[in-house]
């Protein structure tokens, strides 16, 4: 297939600038595989959708503040930096905070040292293309509580005028490994009260990790998207959550996935149909066709165009359908991308 069959026309009004308040509020639309039927809802109306026979599973990481924003020392002039991993692992995860970091560098070159705040700054050891890395004059416990208490949560770049509800809902409710430079965006309709009713129903609800990285945002740029090399992000699938899901596929159970992050976790650990617990790395490229072996159903927000998450979600329903969902959301007017609105595809 080529990157052109996943190209469509949005109005860029329609991109969602700010955050839906309350947050299950926001627009739900409701696409059924097999009949191409589409129901249109608030979010808050999924629980409608959903019964005992049901299990949510979401993405439990905790987006980093992992820009930091501070001075050249020599010359005072502004900068910033923006985290990716610790130098040296091959993971994002960010259980170990070293002094030494891979980082996004602005206008820096090696051998400068930045002013962050009275008591952090760091020097550039390194330079190659975009990436610097950054040795700090702290670790451990100080450096984590630092880069906490200074660094901002970085936004995606088509968010171009942040409010302060734009940072402080940039985040699931049920956030909880921290770890991630991007958010699992799907998560983001669901309230606690939401959460308590939907558990109340007797809805099993799991949780994995996935810490979403920068290259999340990286455009595909080959024209047949089989050639695209897809990013590698880190996740943990705990046995006893593999094992819950296991059961409940064995029952004849839903198994529904909440964000894109999740459905690649599943199906990487999946093998004839039985998810098997694993920590590690995915590349794993899910595009049209693709046989899925966990999940059932899927909810998800809108998506770029000619990006890989619409590529997964067209693997799931197929291309025709999601295209004519898309272009039925855009005559309705829904909101686009992270801050924007919701659909449910069953």
């Known amino acids: 297939m080529t990157l052109e069959d996943f190209n469509y026309y949005l109005p860029p009004e329609l991109i969602a600038q700010e955050p839906i308040s309350p ?4 627009n739900l639309l409701i696409l059924n595989r097999s009949t191409g039927k589409i129901a ?4 808050y109306e999924i629980i409608d959708y959903l019964t005992p026979q049901d299990v949510l599973v979401f993405n439990d990481t905790q987006v980093v503040p992992a820009r930091l924003l501070g001075n050249k020392e020599k010359t005072g002039a502004k900068t910033e930096i923006l985290l990716i991993k610790p130098q040296g692992q091959n993971s994002f995860d960010y259980s170990v905070w070293p002094a030494a970091w891979i980082a996004l560098g602005k206008n820096l070159n ?16 390194a330079k190659h293309n975009y990436e610097i890395v950054i040795e700090f004059n702290q670790k451990d416990d100080n450096l984590k509580e630092s880069i906490l208490s200074l660094g901002k949560i970085p936004l995606p770049p088509y968010i171009k005028k942040p409010t302060n509800a734009s940072f402080s809902n940039y985040q699931t409710v049920y956030a909880k490994k921290v770890g991630a430079v991007a958010a699992p965006t799907a998560g983001f309709h669901f309230t606690q009260e939401l959460l308590d009713k939907i558990k109340h129903k007797g809805v099993q609800m799991e949780f994995l990790t996935l810490h979403i990285g920068l290259g999340t945002f990286l455009p595909v740029k080959e024209t047949t998207i089989e050639e695209h090399k897809m990013h590698s ?9 593999a094992k819950r899901i296991n059961q409940a596929k064995d029952l004849n159970k839903r198994i529904i996935a909440v964000g894109t992050t999740v459905v690649r976790v599943l199906e990487s650990c ?3 149909g039985v998810l098997f617990p694993r920590e590690g790395e995915t590349s794993l490229f899910i595009f049209p066709p693709y046989n899925f072996q966990i999940v059932d159903a899927l909810i998800t927000n809108f998506h770029l165009p000619k990006s890989t998450l619409l590529m997964l979600v067209s693997a799931f329903a197929g291309l025709d359908l999601i295209k004519s969902a898309y272009l039925e959301a855009v005559e309705k007017r829904y909101r686009f991308f992270s801050f924007g609105d919701a659909m449910m595809i069953v």
């Open 23 to 26: 947050r299950d509020h926001s």
């Open 233 to 241: 992000e880190y996740f943990i699938l705990e046995p006893e959550v």
């Open 40 to 43: 249109h809802h608030k979010f």
């Open 270 to 272: 999946a093998q004839n």
């Open 110 to 125: 090696e051998g400068d040292k930045v002013v962050f705040s009275g008591t952090l700054e760091g020097r550039v050891q």
